[in-house]
């Protein structure tokens, strides 16, 4: 999983199959976001979840979020070569501050 | 559509040269901020502004400063650059009612 002084997470999976990452985050948020972030690219929000929320969708993903041991995944479902990218979580503390995770580098192998 | 316009995308200078990064939005979002990006590091917040000349420091604001006296643009500014800045540059607005980062393509610094 991602965050902290954890080194960048890299998986690598079959076209077809299905992936899930993990964050964990150190403060309260009431929201995680969910970024990816193509080669040479802004990172781009992908999915939010709300406190208030245990499991989000939107398409082949889903995200989950469990606020009693502060960390959240992301899941991929039936991964293709075009998910291949860089996946950060990111939580807001404070006024508006946003802090990411180090983030879990994706590649899709055909 | 929003968007969010660094500007320029790849900038070479040498140790020592001042370093200007500007960045644009034309969706006139109050809050603005500044990433750099290093590999194994993530994304580290340099400065946040939540509007015209009210900016706040980061995490890493050392060696940088910032200028927004329009609500439109957000300028990152290295005085004397250090070769330790070399580094790839986020520009961001806040989106929506969380105020999530809305990032632009980036400016890849090097300081040689």
């Known amino acids: 999983s991602q965050w902290g002084e954890e080194n960048l997470q890299a998986l690598s999976i079959q076209e077809g199959e299905d992936v899930t990452m993990n964050c964990s985050y150190k403060t309260y948020t009431t929201v995680v976001h969910w970024y990816r972030q193509d080669s040479g690219r802004g990172p781009a929000l992908i999915i939010l979840?709300?406190?208030?929320?245990r499991e989000k969708r939107s398409g082949r993903l889903r995200a989950t979020l469990d606020t009693s041991s502060q960390s959240s995944s992301l899941s991929i479902t039936a991964a293709q070569c075009e998910d291949t990218a860089v996946y950060f979580c990111?939580?807001?503390?404070?006024?508006?501050?946003?802090?990411f995770g180090k983030g879990t580098s994706l590649t899709v192998i055909p | 559509d929003m968007k969010v316009t660094q500007m320029p995308r790849y900038l070479i200078k040498r140790m020592g040269e001042n370093v200007l990064l500007e960045c644009g939005q034309d969706?006139?979002?109050?809050?603005m901020y500044w990433y750099r990006q290093d590999p194994g590091l993530g994304l580290q917040l340099i400065y946040i502004?939540?509007?015209?000349?009210?900016?706040s420091e980061g995490d890493i604001p050392k060696g940088y400063r910032v200028s927004r006296k329009k609500r439109e643009h957000f300028s990152l500014i290295l005085d004397s650059a250090k070769t330790n800045q070399t580094s790839v540059y986020f520009c961001?607005?806040?989106?929506?009612?969380?105020?999530?980062?809305?990032f632009g393509e980036g400016t890849r610094l090097s300081v040689l």
């Open positions: 990111a939580t807001r503390t404070g006024y508006q501050n946003f802090y």
């Open positions: 961001a607005t806040g989106q929506g009612c969380n105020q999530a980062p809305l």
């Open positions: 502004s939540y509007d015209v000349d009210s900016n």
């Open positions: 979840i709300r406190s208030n929320e």
């Open positions: 969706m006139s979002h109050e809050t």
